[in-house]
């Protein structure tokens, strides 16, 4: 199409990278929870125009660049993908529109990072591999910087809309370790021990480009975690899979300092209950893995605060607590782990042999098949030619029968709708029937 109208519009968002050269290696931020997130997408540059006599239009566009967030001082970037989309209509006002994508790298060298322990406690060490890559993936040396910084936030109750109560979240980053590494053709191992429990990163500096992870480490005591103002929590767990026999341990972000957690293993139904006494909220539980877990399974958690003295649910933010909102009545929190099992055990030994590598028209072939006793075989013979003419693989039965199964037991909960105590002994808070009332004409109820 040519002398056409075209109108066009340009957006970026974060981008992170894996290369098949190196497995479990991540390029980016994967700070989650706190910087990867939507809000680094941005609209950069738009407009409209016609296309030339070849059918093209020429822009041109300054790359900004994305810095990682908390890490501004630093002066690191972030790697995004530009989005160009297009629209073409012609004399009729029919249109077309299609998009492209570029990558803007953040260096010519990507630092990358694999993290070997994600959860362990104060005292222990972690380990992680680290490397240097080009645009192309291909590893290269470089000289590097690994800073590790300690993630506490600083929560506050204070008065919401309509007498509530909400929690603020500031978070703080501690710088807690910073060491100069050399990377080379082959990973860096590199470890590092914490002293104190709480949520951490590890953030690879190869000039200006970086890649951060989280890790966390578990231990007595009260953590700043990223408290919300709903009913939810969220559970760390130590793997993204277990094998029957290992023991997962969970990390409960409660945001009480004392509390009964119910915990529940659940999936088609509930397996089995437990109780347990939680002081402080730094401590994990421990779930063993049985075989009839496979192929996941559910750890439900009900966090319940029986009532406390309102003097023992401070507001910090200065502003007094209103008698109405009842701080000192009983809460829960619940939230939900999903754990991954290992289904390898369920798939059955089968080799299978032919009696010649070869075999010419109107042969008869002996195929011998070996698995385990009892098991039922069934078995299809093709042309082989004809299947690679459409590529058609067999799907692997284990991952058909043995991936996600969902969820089938519901939670009712109602500490939502226990009354709350008032206290009706302050000047502006009658229940009623007082003459003074500003909603009372004569005395009787308002």
Known sequence: MQTVRVSYNINRKPNSFQFDRLPGFVFGDYDYGDTWDSSGFAYLSGGSGKLDQRGRIEMNLALPEMPGKGLEKLGLQRSYELELEARVSDVNDQTVTNKTYGTVYAGKTLPGVKVRDYYNGAGQAFRFDLAAVNQRGQSVSAAGEVLIHRKERKSIEVNGPGESIQRQNTLIREPVSKKAV??????????????????????????????????????????????????????????????????????????????????????????????????????????????EYIPDVYVSVMLIRPRVKADDVKDTSGKPASPREDRGRPRFKMGVAHLVVDAESKRLPLTITSSRQQYGPGDTAEIRVRTAPGAEVAVSVADRAVLDLIAYRFADPIARFYKNWPLGVGVIENRLSLIRQISYAIKGAQPGGEATSPRSEAGGFA
């Not at 559970?235 to 023991?247: A, M, Q, V």
């Not at 957690?261 to 893995?289: D, F, K, M």
């Open 182 to 291: 050399r990377l080379g053709a082959k990973p860096t191992p590199y470890s590092f021990t914490p002293k104190k429990a709480g949520s951490y990163t590890l953030t690879l500096r190869v000039g200006k480009a970086y890649s951060r992870v989280n890790f966390y480490v578990f231990g007595g005591g009260y953590i700043g975690w990223d408290f919300r103002n709903d009913d939810t929590i969220e559970i760390l767990k130590d793997k993204s899979e277990y094998k029957p026999g290992e023991t997962a341990r969970l990390l409960i972000q409660s945001p009480f300092k004392r509390s009964q957690a119910i915990v529940t293993i659940e999936r088609e139904g509930v397996y089995s209950t437990q109780t347990y006494e939680l002081e402080g909220n730094g401590e994990p539980i421990e779930i063993p893995i049985k075989a």
